[in-house]
């Protein structure tokens, strides 16, 4: 039996031996810690050399390359050198091996895990490796080494200026002064600046030793890429709130080998010099004995993802709740407004609010950002779609910048040029418009409160709700889509559209994939509008009259996609019989915090919501974009959502949310007006105050 020995700088506490057959030789291996001591284990060294067949040296490794540079580590080398009788490994090649594997292994088993992570190294030259293989799935890379080499205050942020610093790194750290790097001031700021980068971060590659120093203040929440976490580094990491360890070393006989260890055993049964083992040969084994990386949940399953979703003003009254222009709004004539307007056009991104408490029921939590951009729907119709195309491109930067791994397009911004093309091409972000689960949102909305006035013949046994339906800019984006679904649902569809061209193709479409439906067309919306049970309005009209809602029937359901709204609230109010509603709020799962969109606590519009559910899903792909919806996309972020926890919000008009008792109100007028009987006194107050609220 062959002796294997590991020292390691590790705790004393969590030595252990035990005897195996590995490559088909049988092994004694001892693990012996030195609690940090150097010098403890250079006693150990020459006490083992004549004990030992291999001793497996747990210390920062000899020799590391960084690019075109190679560097020796004087301290390892000598220690290592003290043992001249025995073979000694450090396990450097075997480390980066498992390490970069263990990566590359969760990318693909956890589903484009790293996509765009903030990712921190203590130390990159040490990790360059790792690293190169970390840049394949983000840019958002971090290096420490020039603030804790150094004490320089100074993060490396790439790659190249990695590589830059290596080139010049050691001769600096030579000549650098001890008492200055040693000082109590410079140790302190440098571990500030270490925290505040981890703050930063969402994935940290650090040693063991490393992180020891720090709580849950800084590691809550993190991934941690490592090496040689026992179980007892997983309780710690358990109580400093980490949520993914990611550790390539593996487990024989209940314990975890180090890549020293198993070097050392690697040597030991085969009988070659450490230094002469080939990658080639530890392809062989590690396929053979069928050693895996670690994938482990501290605390349990946890998975977050990030998105970003750009908004804009729909109106000047967005200005006032903005700092500090809301102070200058409220003092500031209509001509200065209209200038403040223009000006704030051309204004570069800016974050309006982080959101956060997002939670599927199946464990997995979103975290976002919404990023304005200055342009009203009157700007932004004003200029080239370039102007408009700029300033997302300009938001998809800052969303990368911040971790974000898909963008969101909403209003005005998903419908400019190309709806979304251009900038998904040029963006360094995957793109959605939203398009699709506002469709499914529409719809799901409109159909939920058709039901809920209770107008409409009861359908017999398994029978669909039979009511007429029209699709006011049936040839838009979601009009179109909103065409398709009434079709499979109403017994008859009038589709609205001055493109006339186009409504006869979407006509022959639909046919196609329902042939048994009923539809009409009309290039006016006023026709045949006095007939219809629900009516969809998705026009993008910017403020333009679409519809003469005096002219619609009593009890009737509009469902205003478009955004800005087709129906002021001032066209509302003069019908109390119809029920109007903002398609497309859902509501969210979890204890969701963010600032103020003009909707209820935890409640989205639907094309945001298309963000969030791919966030979740971790699709981070270009799902919707362009004018041309697909049903299957419908049909299949409707399912997504539903898996997600994604609910239909209470309905809302535009004065906020239907109560039971609102729509219950707006049922007893549908049903007074078509009998052509007077509105009872409860009914004349809530009209009342219906229009006072208008």
Partial sequence: MKTVVGISLGASAQDFSFNTTFLGRRLGVHRVGTNGSVARAARLLKHWERRADVIGLGVIKDRYEAGAHRFIEKDSARLKALASKVPVSLGGQLGDILQEWAVRHAQAELGSYFNNARVLFFSGLKDYKLALSMSEYTDNLMFADPLLQLGVPKLLTSLDALQLYASGAHYVKDWSLPGVMASDTVRQWTRFLLRKAMHKASVIVASLIELDEFGLEELAGKTVITSTASEQRIAQFRDKGVHLVIDGSPVMKGRVLGPYLLDAMIAAATGKHPDAIAPDDYLEIITGEQLAPRIIYPNGFKRVNRFAFVIHPLSQEYFKKVKPIEVLSQVSPPVLMDTLEKILAYAPP???????????????????????????????????????????????????????????????????????????????????????????????????????????????????????????????????????????????????????????????????????????????????????????????????????????????????????????????????????????????????????????????????????????????????????????????????????????????????????????RVRQRALAARNGAAPSSATRRGANRDSQRA
């Fill in 350 to 664: 800016f974050v309006y609010s982080r959101v956060g408490g997002i939670r599927s029921p199946t464990g997995v939590e979103a975290e976002g950002w919404l990023i304005s951009v200055g342009g009203t729907p009157r700007e932004i119709m004003q200029h080239s779609p370039e102007f408009t195309y700029r300033r997302l491109l300009d938001a998809a930067a800052m969303a990368k910048r911040l971790g974000a791994q898909i963008m969101g397009l909403g209003a005005f911004t998903k419908v400019v040029g190309d709806a979304g093309v251009s900038v998904a091409r040029r963006s360094p972000l995957p793109i959605t418009t939203g398009n699709s689960y506002s469709a499914s949102g529409a719809l799901w909305a409109a159909h939920d409160a058709l039901l809920r006035m209770r107008l409409l013949p009861a359908p017999r046994g398994k029978e669909r709700v039979r009511f007429k339906a029209m699709v006011v800019g049936a040839t838009g984006a979601i009009g179109s889509v909103c065409a398709r679904l009434m079709a499979k649902a109403a017994e008859e569809v009038y589709l609205v559209s001055p493109e006339t061209a186009k409504l006869l193709a979407l006509k022959e479409s639909i046919l196609q994939e329902t042939p048994d439906a009923k539809l009409f067309l009309a290039a006016r919306a006023d026709r045949n509008i006095a007939a219809m049970d629900m009516i969809v309005t998705a026009t993008s009209g910017a403020g333009k009259k679409v519809l003469d809602i005096m002219q619609v029937k009593p009890g009737c359901v509009i469902t205003d996609v478009a955004r800005p709204l087709d129906l002021p609230a001032s066209e509302v109010a003069k019908r109390p019989d119809v029920l109007v509603i903002e398609s497309g709020e859902i509501q969210l799962p979890g204890d969701v915090h963010m600032k103020n969109i003009g909707l209820p606590r935890g409640v989205v519009y639907a094309c945001l919501a298309e963000t969030i559910v791919l966030a979740l899903e971790g699709r981070f792909e270009n799902f919707t974009v362009g004018r041309a919806i697909e049903w299957a996309k419908v049909r299949e972020i409707y399912q997504l959502g539903l898996k997600h926890g994604m609910k239909l919000a209470a309905i809302s008009g535009v004065n906020g949310p239907f109560s039971d008792q609102d729509i219950e």
